[in-house]
T-cell receptor, first 112, second 113 residues
Framework: GDSVTQMEGPVTLSEEAFLTINCTYTATGYPSLFWYVQYPGEGLQLLLKATKADDKGSNKGFEATYRKETTSFHLEKGSVQVSDSAVYFCALTGGATNKLIFGTGTLLAVQP | EAQVTQNPRYLITVTGKKLTVTCSQNMNHEYMSWYRQDPGLGLRQIYYSMNVEVTDKGDVPEGYKVSRKEKRNFPLILESPSPNQTSLYFC????????????FGQGTRLTVV
């Protein structure tokens, strides 16, 4: 079945460092891909999405490009801030139900 | 303000005592679903509903029930909770299927002792 694999955390960075969180997927057909972010004590929020190959989603300085040839959707940010500390989930929509299938999440901790 | 509201936020209960977690959305969304979040497993779908009176099982439905009598409400019912249902639960809604942006509630931390 469809699945998402993302890098294990936690990822600890200093403020202004470059961030990459890897995400790869397995899917039949042509899924839409998402990154959701979960700040401490809160529910998930959509960070960005891409609906077809070569699309780039971007928001709040974060970017991810839908790479069909490598089945990847890596999240990047050029300069992280302490306020970016959160859990990041890669996800895809799969199957006839259009349900979201999540990766296990990556905890990002940014230190001042 | 567009939102998904879950109640309660925290709940400690005993094995076998029936409980209901409520979920309400004010965005007129058709699609609603319940997830549980467990360490190392990410979020797994319990049940979903594509519209009023239409519900179906997700990946981990055992031990749970849902109903969708009105568009805005989608309660999660645990008829006889067990300790393996201790988890963080999220309700989510979207306009039509999860291909559109999903809005999540703040979560319900359930502990079954």
């Amino acid at each position: 079945g469809d699945s998402v694999t993302q890098m294990e955390g936690p990822v600890t960075l200093s403020e202004e460092a470059f961030l990459t969180i890897n995400c790869t997927y397995t899917a039949t057909g042509y899924p839409s891909l998402f990154w959701y972010v979960q700040y401490p004590g809160e529910g998930l929020q959509l960070l960005l999405k891409a609906t077809k190959a070569d699309d780039k989603g971007s928001n709040k300085g974060f970017e991810a490009t839908y790479r069909k040839e490598t089945t990847s959707f890596h999240l990047e940010k050029g300069s992280v801030q302490v306020s970016d500390s959160a859990v990041y989930f890669c996800a895809l929509t799969g199957g006839a139900t259009n349900k979201l299938i999540f990766g296990t999440g990556t905890l990002l901790a940014v230190q001042p | 303000e567009a939102q998904v509201t879950q109640n309660p936020r925290y709940l400690i209960t005993v094995t076998g005592k029936k409980l209901t977690v409520t979920c309400s959305q004010n965005m007129n969304h058709e699609y609603m679903s319940w997830y549980r979040q467990d360490p190392g497993l990410g979020l797994r779908q319990i049940y979903y509903s594509m519209n009023v009176e239409v519900t179906d099982k997700g990946d981990v439905p055992e031990g749970y029930k849902v109903s969708r009598k009105e568009k805005r409400n989608f309660p999660l019912i645990l008829e006889s909770p067990s300790p393996n249902q201790t988890s963080l639960y999220f309700c989510a809604s979207s306009l039509s299927g999860m291909n559109t942006e999903a809005f999540f509630g703040q979560g319900t931390r359930l502990t079954v002792v």
